[in-house]
């Protein structure tokens, strides 16, 4: 499943979640699909700040890498 089809899917469950109580099931399968897009959000967010490099006034240049 992409994350365009979680994304959907999370959205789907949280409709009916509006219209109605979901099942155990349904709950966590939402917690599941949620914490994968959390997740897939942090690491792209992380490897991109990965990528940023701080030029210094004295020309140096600083990774923002840990």
Do not use: F, W
Not at 1 to 17: A, G, P, T
Not at 27 to 45: A, P
Request: hydrophobic share 30%; no cysteine.
């Amino acid at each position: 499943m992409n994350m365009d089809e979680k994304i959907k899917r999370i959205n789907e469950l949280y409709h009916l979640s509006q219209e109605r109580a979901l099942t155990d099931e349904e709950k966590d399968e939402q917690n599941k699909l949620r914490r994968d897009y959390i997740d897939s959000i942090k690491s792209g967010l992380k490897a991109q700040l990965n990528n940023i490099s701080i030029v210094e006034k004295d020309g140096s240049v600083t990774s923002l890498k840990r």
